[in-house]
């Protein structure tokens, strides 16, 4: 089994409807990232939650918001779609320095909002 | 905050030749590098890392970078490139002993023809 999950791995979904995308990990640490990937831009953090009661806003988080439910999940969610979001979403996890082994991503999730 | 430049949006190699992509951080404190490879359809995937000592950083496949904290740089090197290597290599940094997310460059499109 992978130490990142997401799922779904690819949705369409339409303008105006709300969505939500899960992460889970096996790998026992606290700190879980949700990045969006678009071409040229590399990735863009959304939100970070360093344990289950502390969650942080990233660069981008406009439009969407985040629950961790539990050490090992993370969901994402977009209240209210819109093209501009489509986009490949990432979910990550770290130790707690956030760098003796770098941070372990999930496979993806693409997601299409027409 | 800390921001990453990578300069080279796509290289194009034939096998066998060198590889060098150039990465440029800014941020005034000691800080954590780290170069992601991300393979066709795949998530990102850890190559190497640089914390502290030796400026040069072997990783995983042949990959190395070196460290260069005079000119902020962390370019990321390979003496004789593969068809395999053709991937998206991403640049990231943190800043060292804090807790702060990683900041990831824009990418670079690496193509090795056969």
């Known amino acids: 089994d992978a130490d990142v999950t997401q799922t779904p791995r690819n949705r369409i979904t339409k303008t105006g409807k709300r969505i939500m995308l899960e992460c889970s990990q096996t790998?026992?640490?606290?700190?879980m990232y949700w990045y969006r990937q678009d071409p040229g831009l590399g990735l863009r953090l959304i939100y970070y939650s360093f344990d289950v009661k502390d969650i942080n806003k990233g660069e981008i988080s406009d439009g969407y918001s985040v629950s961790r439910q539990a050490q090992a999940k993370f969901s994402l969610s977009l209240e209210s779609a819109i093209p501009n979001q489509t986009a490949l979403y990432f979910c990550?996890?770290?130790?707690?320095?956030?760098?003796?082994?770098?941070?372990?991503f999930g496979s993806g999730t693409r997601l299409t909002v027409v | 905050a800390q921001s990453v430049s990578q300069h080279n949006h796509h290289v194009i190699l034939s096998e066998a030749a060198s590889l060098e992509l150039g990465c440029n951080y800014s941020?005034?404190?000691?800080?954590?590098l780290f170069w992601y490879v991300q393979y066709p359809g795949q998530h990102l995937q850890l190559l190497l890392k640089y914390f502290s000592g030796d400026p040069l950083v072997k990783g995983i496949k042949g990959f190395e970078a070196e460290f260069i904290k005079s000119k902020f740089s962390f370019n990321l090197r390979k003496p004789s490139v593969q068809w395999s290597d053709t991937a998206e290599y991403f640049c990231a940094v943190n800043p060292s002993g804090s807790a702060r997310q990683l900041t990831f460059g824009s990418g670079t499109q690496l193509t090795v023809l056969p």
């Open positions: 790998k026992g640490h606290d700190r």
């Open positions: 990550a996890t770290s130790d707690p320095t956030g760098t003796t082994a770098g941070y372990t």
């Open positions: 941020y005034g404190g000691t800080v954590n």
